[in-house]
């Protein structure tokens, strides 16, 4: 290596170095709230949603790069009467499948993975062929369900099945597929366990190792992970899940090993730096994250709603929002991205009941659309 070549990586580096520093101190700023500043009117939205609707858990709601409102309500362990803290982790479910589709639309922005590659292509016995990696984003693969699949054949309940112990046992008792490929929308959680499965192929890596170099760190998140319990006997989170009652908490099980679909835990702050960070081009180039947003399924209800690569959409006129809701062993999740009013909202609850539905008065108070089915009659005209 000559001199030349020497100065040239030391310049690219600094540069590096530079960006990397310049977004840090973004992240810290946009982060800083005084909590006698905050939004008196979501304050009182958010305490009458915990004293009636039994909201647990943690919010965050951000406009143009503030922070408007943030705090906690509850218990992150009922039966120990730990107080949730700002930072503490929970479950996002399905909230995470936005997430694996970044992983994927990362992996297309550096050439080493296309959309219209099939399943076949790295995995040549998978048994459901013409199966599309476009297909699995957008839920159009038709294959079944492992959740239910594995329920019946895994014989120890306590030890979490890996992704690619996943991919083997429907390779080898292909399950009856729901539908043909690309043949119509049907969200199902083995389409973003296949995709994180199709990641580690493809990499050479652990999928939560993958995630945490590629989207997480980039994004300053730094209080999130894939945690699997296939790695862990106990997954290391203090936010323990409560299933619609307090004395009844979630014990994980094998189901809480497969990833991708699920499993990633995260904070509010940590989900409001990805919304800052995707709109900075850190993640992936904002042309590939802004594809994710396009409707990919024919309306869902023949209204307003539907699904693009990852993302659940609304799309109301000159107002699109992407957003993901979550719902496994005693978590709940809600993350919303209002793309043109740069207004983000986040709900983290550990109590499984319904009141990430009572939600209407929040989103009227932003002037944002009523994110709840039913709202709407098919024209998309709000229903009184």
Not at 290 to 319: A, C, H, I, M, Q
């Amino acid at each position: 290596m000559n001199i030349l070549t020497v100065i040239a990586c030391s310049n690219a580096e600094k540069k590096q170095q530079k960006v990397v520093q310049k977004a840090i101190n973004r992240d810290s700023l946009a982060l800083i709230y005084n909590v006698d500043e905050g939004d008196s009117v979501i304050h009182e939205i958010m305490l009458r949603l915990h004293e009636r609707s039994g909201f647990n858990g943690n919010v965050l709601v951000a406009k143009k790069g503030k922070i408007l409102y943030q705090n906690t309500f509850g218990w992150a362990d009922y039966l120990m009467r730990d107080s949730l803290k700002i930072d503490s982790r929970f479950e996002l479910a399905s909230a995470s499948k936005p997430f694996t589709a970044m992983g994927i639309m990362k992996l297309v922005e550096k050439g080493k993975l296309r959309l219209d590659q099939t399943v076949n292509d790295f995995y040549p016995e998978f048994p459901y062929p013409e199966v599309t990696i476009r297909q699995l984003l957008s839920h159009r693969s038709g294959l079944p369900d492992y959740i239910y699949f594995l329920d019946g054949i895994w014989e120890d309940k306590k030890v979490g099945v890996t992704n690619q112990e996943a991919m083997r046992l429907l390779i080898e008792h292909k399950p009856m597929r729901y539908g043909v490929p690309d043949g119509k929308h049907f969200y199902n959680n083995t389409n973003f366990m296949v995709l994180a499965s199709i990641i580690e192929k493809v990499t050479e890596q652990d999928f939560a190792v993958y995630m945490q170099d590629e989207i997480f760190q980039p994004a300053g998140m730094k209080n999130t992970a894939f945690l699997s319990k296939s790695v862990y006997d106990k997954i290391p989170t203090d936010v323990i899940g409560h299933d619609k009652i307090w004395r009844r908490s979630v014990v994980q099980n094998f189901l809480d090993g497969p990833l991708g679909d699920k499993g990633m835990y995260s904070t509010v702050q940590d989900l409001y730096l990805f919304d800052i960070a995707l709109r900075d081009g850190r993640v992936v180039n904002p042309a590939l994250a802004d594809s994710t947003y396009v409707e990919r399924t024919g309306k869902l209800d023949r209204s307003l709603f539907g699904y693009g690569y990852g993302w659940r959409l609304f799309e109301y006129p000159d107002n699109p929002i992407v957003y993901h809701t979550g719902w496994w062993h005693g978590f709940k999740s809600l993350y919303v991205r209002d793309l043109n009013n740069e207004i983000t909202i986040v709900l983290l609850t550990n109590m499984a009941n319904n009141s990430l539905n009572n939600l209407d008065k929040l989103y009227e108070y932003l002037e944002m659309p009523v994110l709840r089915k039913g709202v709407y009659n098919s024209n998309g005209q709000r229903i009184k």
